[in-house]
T-cell receptor, first 111, second 117 residues
Framework: AQSVSQHNHHVILSEAASLELGCNYS??????LFWYVQYPGQHLQLLLK??????LVKGIKGFEAEFIKSKFSFNLRKPSVQWSDTAEYFC?????????FGAGTRLFVKA | KAGVTQTPRYLIKTRGQQVTLSCSPI?????VSWYQQTPGQGLQFLFE???????NKGNFPGRFSGRQFSNSRSEMNVSTLELGDSALYLC????????????????FGPGTRLTVL
């Protein structure tokens, strides 16, 4: 069965620190991969997506993610976080005609 | 383009009642998916509709049902409400069916917060 695992449920960082959120999935076929963000009081927004081509994808607000097929991973990174990045981040995998979301990682950035 | 809209935004019901939630997708989008979001279970896939047909279904009881109209608008119905159905119900639309590559990126609405008392 398809599953998505996000390694950290809560992350606390200071401004300007680097961020890496882990995401691993299990699915044997071709997948599309996504990271969504949910800012406090707002709805889910797409940060970035991978469906083919260059495994390093760049998204909005300086985020990027690298698809490593051999490791079934799609980790999200940002070199320098800002207070405004405080939000919940969801990794999602689409394979087999439905999308499975990870449990989410709550990021709190201290000003 | 207007985004995905969901109505109502908030709903309070009592156990045993039934509820209908509505979702209007982005113009031109033909696929509508529904998710249940709770603090304990996270985001869970309910079902996807495309061209007025349910294409895929998650692991939810038959009390959860839906439909899609010819204009791609979708409704979700929950019958015989239970306390555990309290959740944020999210609707997402995409240009094509899920699993179709670049065109299946989902765009989410603000959700309907359902509270069952």
């Amino acid at each position: 069965a398809q599953s998505v695992s996000q390694h950290n449920h809560h992350v606390i960082l200071s401004e300007a620190a680097s961020l890496e959120l882990g995401c691993n999935y299990s699915y044997g076929g071709t997948v599309n991969l996504f990271w969504y963000v949910q800012y406090p009081g707002q709805h889910l927004q797409l940060l970035l997506k991978y469906f083919s081509g260059d495994p390093l994808v760049k998204g909005i607000k300086g985020f990027e993610a690298e698809f490593i097929k051999s490791k079934f991973s799609f980790n999200l990174r940002k070199p320098s976080v800002q207070w405004s990045d405080t939000a919940e981040y969801f990794c999602a995998v689409n394979g087999g005609f439905k999308t499975i979301f990870g449990a989410g990682t709550r990021l709190f950035v201290k000003a | 383009k207007a985004g995905v809209t969901q109505t109502p935004r908030y709903l309070i019901k009592t156990r045993g009642q039934q509820v209908t939630l509505s979702c209007s997708p982005i113009s031109g989008h033909r696929s509508v998916s529904w998710y249940q979001q709770t603090p304990g279970q996270g985001l869970q896939f309910l079902f996807e509709y495309f061209s007025e047909t349910q294409r895929n279904k998650g692991n939810f009881p038959g009390r959860f049902s839906g439909r899609q109209f010819s204009n791609s608008r979708s409704e979700m119905n929950v019958s015989t409400l239970e306390l555990g159905d309290s959740a944020l119900y999210l609707c997402a639309s995409s240009l094509t069916r899920l699993g179709q590559g670049d065109t299946d990126t989902q765009y989410f609405g603000p959700g309907t917060r359902l509270t069952v008392l």
